[in-house]
């Protein structure tokens, strides 16, 4: 399968801890997108990055989250110092490129519980 | 701001037949994107049908077909014959030329009865 994944699948951590996912993008795909989806809501926007360049942070990203793209190819979203509001589902998908009609291939997701 | 609003509460659909979901979007930019996405329980976003602000035609993939109304901002799903499968959170998203992030709607419930 060459579909978008991500690891882990499922994290519960303590407040307070850090804590890294990663996400590995279809491999021709060059723009790598994460998103943060609550209980009820749709995905809503964090970052995205066109190869290894980071190119738009939402406001929903504190100072507390980054995300990188090395290489230009996975890419890793943390979060430092987690906090009870920080449970969520946290999804990446990739696309080919950046014009509008390009669709974007969403991963598994990696759901996160801070208790 | 871009925003997309999906209203409708759960939906329950008996196998075979037809259902329409319900989006519209707020933008003043004249060229956009419209997508929607199926979520089942596994969590996954599936792609389901895409629809360009300058496209004559409405969009189909399918079972899957789009009634987009540009006037009335309206891009509304409709899956004919329904199947057990389809039982699924659906999401409507637009997207913008030049960074394609979806701003996503809250998702329309589905629930498909044999």
């Known amino acids: 399968d060459t579909g978008v994944s991500q690891d882990p699948r499922h994290k519960i951590t303590k407040r307070g801890q850090n804590v890294t996912f990663r996400c590995d993008p279809i491999s021709e795909h060059n723009r790598l997108y994460w998103y943060r989806q609550t209980l009820g809501q749709g995905p809503e926007f964090l970052t995205y990055f066109q190869n290894e360049a980071q190119l738009e942070k939402s406001r929903l990203l504190s100072d507390r989250f980054s995300a990188e793209r090395p290489k230009g190819s996975f890419s890793t979203l943390e979060i430092q110092r987690t906090e009870q509001g920080d449970s969520a589902m946290y999804l990446c998908?990739?696309?080919?490129?950046?014009?509008?009609?390009?669709?974007?291939?969403f991963g598994p997701g990696t759901r996160l519980t801070v208790t | 701001a871009q925003k997309i609003t999906q209203t409708q509460p759960g939906m329950f659909v008996q196998e075979k037949e037809a259902v329409t979901l319900d989006c519209t979007y707020d933008?003043?930019?004249?060229?956009?994107?419209l997508f929607w996405y199926k979520q089942p329980s596994s969590g996954e976003m599936i792609f389901l049908i895409y629809?360009?602000?300058?496209?004559?035609q409405n969009a189909t993939e399918g079972r899957y077909s789009l009634n987009f109304q540009k006037a009335r901002k309206s891009a509304n799903l409709v899956i004919s014959a329904s199947q057990l499968g389809d039982s699924a959170m659906y999401f409507c998203?637009?997207?913008?030329?030049?960074?394609?992030?979806?701003?996503f709607g809250k998702g329309n419930q589905v629930v498909v009865i044999p």
């Open positions: 998908a990739s696309s080919l490129d950046g014009t509008s009609g390009s669709e974007q291939y």
């Open positions: 629809q360009g602000s300058y496209d004559q």
């Open positions: 998203a637009m997207s913008f030329y030049g960074n394609n992030r979806l701003a």
């Open positions: 933008t003043s930019d004249p060229s956009y994107g």
